[in-house]
Structure formats: structure tokens, C-alpha cells
């Protein structure tokens, strides 16, 4: 999902570390698949600042080296893998390229090819604005909550609005895959739990408990739009969500999947794109696409 002003926050901290150790070597045997593309947000890139891979996009895609989907392509070892995957990307960058500040990355749908037999998709979070506003919510006062105060006006929860309107994209992004890959698995990835629904952790994240809980529940809306979407055109869901209860921004290192506000990931240790995965969030994810693909 978005995380520009994260980015250059973390940016402004240090210098990048260098990249983890690579995945263990794949099983033998014959792949599943013969030709995977990897299409999303940051949170399908596995945003990070300590092991950006330059493979397939620009820098500032920040997609990891050992994002989910290379992790899910080297299990099954697949012979033709594309991973599109950029940070901030919406819905409309699966047709559009996408400026960065160190170049354009491709439009998405470039990936795919009528051979394409497997596409993972994790999109939607930015179209409807929730990874921009989690920094919206930062206070200096526990007892105010920006969030609440400037999202829900005069009954209307525009988080929810922007939500609703985001389905139609995200349908028609997945259509958009199965016109250019008529005879892929089209698998389209959720969001897992980044921030509990019981309150935050103030001061570690300086986010009220109104707040905190606040978007907690918009990204539960967001997962249920997912899945309307996914019912909507016959796709398969992945749910990260469920499973991922306990592993939050607010929990210490080593447990959390997620990090919170400071640039600074123990999984792997260097600095991290806040609000995003850590590795162990991306290996969590990819063993929930293992397993529905039966692996």
C-alpha cells in the first residue's frame, strides 16, 4: 500500500543494509506451474528498505527479494516468473505505468501473457486511501484522535464510502486479468491484521485507542470487499487475515508480522517501509498461498 512519506522518513534515517540470505532451495519434481506473475501493492511487493530486489521494477517499487510470490514461485519451482509487484500501486496501475522517484514502473497487465497459468493479485488498499491514512492518525496526545475527528463527519464515514467505491475497481481489475490470461488461477491476496481491533499502544505507535480501533475495523471492511470482489468474478480468496490475530504492529520483535511507525524491521534486522511486513509476515503469506495451492 502507499507508503511515500514513510519512505522518506526512513529514507532520512540511514543507509540501507544489505540483502538477507536467500530462500531455501525448492523441492524437486515437477512444477505445478509453468508461467506465474506476481501483480499488487506494497503489501503484495513485501515492502522493504533492507532488501530491495531491482529484478523486475524500479528502486522504489521497494519490492523485497524475498517477497512472498519468490517465495511461492522457487517452492514450485517455476520456470517463467514475473513479479510486477510496486508500492503504491492502485487498481488503475495494472493499465498505466507507475512513476516512481527512480523511474516508471511498467503497467502490471504488461506481465501477463495468454500462457500465464497462475496469478497471485493483492490490490485495493490504496485505492481507498487506508494505507495513507494510518499516518492521518498520529498523534502527540492519546486522548485526541485526528483520524475520527477529519474521516467520520456528520454520521458519513468517508473510509467506508472510499471502501465501497473501490470494488468496482478491483472487479475490474480482475477481469482485466482473465481477458490477457484466459486460462490462469487467478488468486487474489487480502490484507492480514497490521493493527488489532482491541486499541493500539500508545506511545510505542503514537495512535489513540479510538483511532487504532478505527482502523482496524476499516481494514476488516476492506478484506470483506476483497471477498465480495472475489465472488463477484469466480476468483479464489486468500484470507492472510484470518490466522493473523496476535502479530501486529504493537507486538515486540520476533512476533509481530507487521512493523509499526519506526523505519527499523528485526525480521530482517535493517530499516523497514513502516506499516508494512516484515519477513515473517511475507513468509506467513506464502504459506497461505502454498497451502490453496495445495503445497
Known sequence: ???????????AIGVLLPAGAASADPDPGTPSYNEYVALGDSWAADATLSQVSTVFTPFNCVQSARDYAKQVARALSIPVFRDATCGGAETGNMLAPQSTLLGSNAPQFDSLTPTTDLVTLGIGGNDAGLAAT???????????SPCLAT???????????????SEPKVVAAIEGVRERAPHARILLVNYFEGIGVDGGCFPEIPISDADAIWLGSKLVELNAMLARAAERTGVELIDTYTGSAGHDACKPIGTRW?????????????LAVPFHPNQLGADYQAGRVLQALGS
Do not use: H
Open 258 to 270: 507487521v512493523e509499526g511507525l519506526l523505519p527499523y524491521s528485526g525480521n530482517p534486522i535493517g
Open 151 to 165: 474521516k467520520v463527519v456528520g454520521g458519513v464515514d468517508r473510509m467506508s464510502v472510499d471502501i465501497a467505491a
Open 134 to 144: 494510518v499516518t492521518d492518525c498520529v498523534t502527540l496526545d492519546p486522548a485526541v
Open 1 to 11: 500500500m502507499k507508503f511515500s512519506r514513510a519512505l522518506i522518513t526512513a529514507a
